[in-house]
């Protein structure tokens, strides 16, 4: 049953709160029991350590993954659990509203300039570390977005210097700038990471579309209204990818989880992803692949990227 093998896990050295990754959110084991509600998983790592208060990229933590599938059979007794398990850790939500704004919003801070200091030697991954326990204290956009600067500096830095993991980077970089803008709209560099990474990570529509709903919150900024138009010259299409379709989940699955690779490459993603013929649509990103991008069009994309 679920309780042994749970700790087979555990007694084998295994990791309870790993973020797989192949998982699209970075996501823990108790982030997927809870989003399919299977009770007596969810019930089986938190006996066994596992840490209820963790977040994914989007910021959701089990709790939340468990309310947004309340249809699923036994929901309810597992809200109540996780609920149990956070009031014994932490205590009332006023006491953990109260505690952020004291002590643990003073740390936040502190941490914070920690991270700043390793950012202006240009040592991303330890800015990057700082920053993410900045935001383990208290919850700040500033902080979000230094963090999604750490992550793109760090890819722009591995492709230059002919190192791999970028991919992944850009990925945690319009991420984290999601995050950043979640809790302050107007924060126009968050628009503007987050645009960055989709530009690095070869998702040109939702770098477009970020750029739109930025300058939707921030109609002044002049970098995000000129950065739109130089994608909208090129051809970039307004429509983007439904990530939540099984269409999309099924072509990244064989991609990033089986390893497979197309006999055609699209140019827009630069992903070998379609069979021969292709689509009128690149399966991963929604481009047309009877449109041609110049070498001068790739060009401008990695400046945009490197450069903003």
Same mark, same amino acid.
């Given at each position: ?70 249809? $699923? +059979? ?5 809200? &109540? ?7 014994? *850790? #932490? =205590? ?78 850009? $990925? +945690? ?5 999601? &995050? ?7 924060? *126009? #560099? =968050? ?118």
């Amino acid at each position: 049953d679920a309780e042994n093998i749970v700790k087979a896990f555990k007694n084998a050295g295994a990791n309870l709160d790993i973020r797989a990754s192949g998982m699209m959110r970075s996501e823990t084991p108790l982030h997927i029991a809870a989003c399919y509600g299977h009770y007596a998983v969810i019930k089986a790592l938190i006996d066994a350590g596992a840490k209820v208060d963790m977040s994914d990229d989007l910021g959701r933590t089990t709790l939340s993954r468990v309310e947004e599938n309340m249809t $699923k +059979q036994n929901s309810q007794q597992s809200v &109540n659990l996780i609920r149990e398990v956070l009031q014994k *850790e #932490k =205590g009332s939500p006023s006491n953990r509203i109260n505690a952020a704004t004291t002590a643990q919003a003073r740390r936040g801070e502190e941490l914070r300039k920690n991270g700043n200091q390793y950012f202006g030697r240009k040592e991303w991954e330890k800015a990057a570390d700082m920053y993410t326990k900045s935001l383990a204290c208290y919850k700040d956009h500033r902080t979000h977005g230094n963090r999604a600067a750490a992550f793109l500096n760090d890819a722009i830095d591995r492709i230059t210097n002919g190192k791999p993991g970028y991919r992944q980077l850009f $990925k +945690q970089t319009y991420m984290e700038a999601s &995050n950043a803008v979640e809790l302050e709209k107007t924060y *126009e #560099k =968050g628009w503007f990471r987050m645009a960055r990474g989709y530009l690095g990570f070869r998702e040109l529509p939702r770098a477009k579309k970020a750029l739109l709903d930025g300058s939707t919150h921030c109609p002044d900024s002049k970098h995000l209204a000129e950065m739109w138009a130089l994608l909208d010259v090129i051809g970039v299409p307004d429509h983007v990818a439904d990530h939540e379709s099984e269409e999309w989940k099924e072509i990244f699955e064989r991609i990033y989880v089986e390893q497979w690779i197309g006999e055609v490459n699209c140019q827009w993603c630069g992903l070998s992803c379609m069979e021969d013929p292709p689509p009128q649509l690149c399966p991963f990103c929604i481009c047309p692949t009877n449109v041609k991008l110049s070498d001068e069009d790739q060009d401008l994309i990695c400046l945009l990227t490197a450069e903003g």
